[in-house]
């Protein structure tokens, strides 16, 4: 009987999930290309509030972080924080050439690297930047894993 | 286009007239965008959303036309040393014509909100006044310095693409405060849309490059383009060769941000975010180090680690200050 009232509770509570992605945005050292793109999509023409994707202001209030932009020197500690100041369950994506793999600061002497050198990514977001249909691709792909769904993996498969 | 100017002034190449009208036509647009973004921004951080979202849709318009013309939305790589990748066919110059005829509306509408609607001037008019003389003084550019009474404008000033044959008026308030900064920039909207139809209009025909040299003779140029926050310099240095020995670069917002610890004495401490707003702060361009010099003091460099230790020490002499 507990269990199953539990389980009706986990069920209850993914559903909610599914439908109200909040998201953080963090710039760890991204030069606002992927910024103003990420802004976009919120904005009338692509318009994600429809699927309940809002943007918090607060990381305790926030189900999915997006972080564009290398990780600098700076900004690692702060990056770090912010994230461990998000309750569990917690998704990162990564936004941008630069999130991925460091993109044009690859090997700067002020960058340590992508976003997943630091946290565990469940969604990469290539681009420069990244246009918002990709980003909604994106939350898209992020949404399935939190479904429990197979997420599809390298080469786009024809729909 | 900054840069591909200043290499190609040290090589001694000049880009051909369509070339030149092209990079005139798409830094028209790129204003026309990155002001419509700001309107957004600042009516965002004065708590006028609705404002932000209408700017944002119509600001689609022309990033739609950008796309077409090179394929990006942001990072438009128009610029090659000596010329320009994309040329502006028939079908092109129609749908930016198109984007245009859309905005232009839009923009009427937004300036009679910027300089009428009550709300908002509540938030603008009389907040983060500069003087003529403070702008002066702190070395404002571009469209905070306009707001407050000086005609600066590089474009004008010293003209570079094809600038010379494309006009723009300088537009210029005095009043100096939030409600000047945006009037000043939605009225230069305008401007940008009669000069991207002008520019359309009369595309000289021609190529697209000229030859550019493999190396680059030894030489230094300095080169200014009016971006849409105000004035970029680049610095080029070459040794000759096939690599610059130097760029230096100093952004707009760098000249602009300092100006707002000046704005904002006496002001309501909510009004902060959006005096910051109203310069048009591009944080990522401000990663740079400004080197002061004293006359007379001689002048301190500071290597990473030396300017940690002195953060570190300030805020500690300044907790005891408090504390005591």
Known sequence: ?159 | MTYALAVEALAGVEAPPRAQAIRTLVAEMERVHSHLLWLGVTAHEAGFDTLFMYSWRDREAILDALEALCGNRVNYSVNVLGGVKFDVTDEIAASIHQAIDILHPRTVHYLNVVTHDAAFLQRTRGVGISTPQQAELLGLIGPPARAAGLRRDVRADAPYAAYAAYVPQVITTTAGDLAARCEVRVRELFESYRLIREVLNTLPQGELTTRMKRNVPPGEVIQRVEAPRGEALYFVRSKGGETPDRVKIRTPTLCNIASVAVMAVGAQLADVPLLLAGVDPCFSCNDRTVRVRQAGAGDQLLRWGQLRQYGIDFYAQKRTATHA
């Open chain 1, 1 to 159: 009987m507990q269990n199953l009232i539990l389980n009706a509770l986990e069920k209850a509570k993914t559903w909610a999930r599914l439908n109200s992605p909040w998201v953080l945005h963090y710039n760890s050292g991204s030069c606002n290309g992927c910024d103003i793109e990420l802004l976009a999509t919120i904005t009338p023409r692509y318009d994600v509030e429809r699927f309940g994707v809002k943007l918090a202001g607060s990381p305790r209030h926030a189900d999915v972080l997006i972080a564009t932009g290398p990780v600098t020197r700076q900004s690692r500690d702060r990056l770090l924080r912010i994230y461990q100041q998000m309750p569990e369950p917690r998704y990162v994506m990564a936004l941008g050439a630069c999130a991925l793999g460091g993109g044009v600061f690859h090997n700067c002497y002020n960058t340590l690297g992508g976003i997943d050198a630091f946290l565990p990514v469940d969604v990469y977001v290539p681009g420069c930047p990244p246009r918002p249909e990709a980003i909604i691709n994106g939350v898209v792909l992020l949404l399935q894993k939190l479904k429990g769904e197979a997420v599809p993996h390298g080469e786009p498969q024809p729909a």
